[in-house]
């Protein structure tokens, strides 16, 4: 995303365990490119961050929140916000002019089988694909939508990703029965990337 840069600095905002973090850390140990990067990862649970940190050492990892985050102003390149609560007005303060936001959201489609069968009702509107081109000090400089099918997810991947979605905390409990039943289920990930620029 930068390419002129020797050095950047990402920043995980709501990384919770680390998993997406300690992926991309490995991805680049794997292939590493000509710049040094340095990955912070922050979430505002404690538990989480421990358990980020158990998971990579070699990450920096904080406890915080997006509308205040704990680094320097102007001092990251790149703001990665998977399925988070994002802050505008905490991003610009942390990154560079020129800094870019990787906001992952879902789709209207994402993992509509599993809300099926834990909603009586379910919206095609749940997508959070907002308009991001006037949003004041950013501008949008790309989308790109991934969307396929899983094969089978056996009951205890099921209840896994129920339990790492806010559909856990959403759902009634016969929904959450509902969901503990299934033997096996295919689900759709329809996610979209929204890349946003600051420009000032």
């Known amino acids: 995303l930068i390419s002129d840069t020797k050095e950047i600095c ?38 989480a961050i421990l358990a980020a940190a158990k998971r990579n050492k070699k990450i920096t990892w904080l406890v915080g929140t997006n509308r205040q985050l704990p680094v320097c102003k102007g001092s990251v390149d790149i703001i990665l916000c998977v399925f988070g609560f994002h ?56 989308k790109v939508s991934l969307h396929f099918q899983t094969a089978a997810l056996e009951q205890a991947q099921i209840r896994d990703l129920l339990l790492m979605t806010p559909h856990f905390y959403r759902a009634s409990k016969e929904g959450k029965e509902a969901a503990s039943y299934l033997d096996k289920l295919s689900i759709t990930v329809d996610m979209v990337f929204n890349v946003l620029e600051k420009s000032a």
Do not use: W
């Not at 990402?10 to 140990?29: P, V």
């Not at 909603?119 to 949008?140: H, I, M, P, R, W």
């Open 87 to 142: 802050s505008f007005e905490g991003f610009s303060h942390a990154l560079k002019t020129g800094g870019k936001i990787i906001l992952v959201e879902p789709g209207p489609d994402h993992l509509k089988e599993l809300r099926q069968v834990i909603y009586t009702d379910v919206n095609k509107d749940e997508s959070q694909g907002a308009s991001y081109d006037d949003q004041q000090g950013f501008s949008l400089v790309n």
């Open 10 to 47: 990402l920043l995980d905002a709501g990384c919770g365990e680390g998993y997406y973090l300690d992926h991309i850390a490995n991805e680049l140990e794997r292939n590493p490119g000509q710049s040094m990067v340095s990955l912070i990862g922050l979430d505002i649970s404690k538990h």
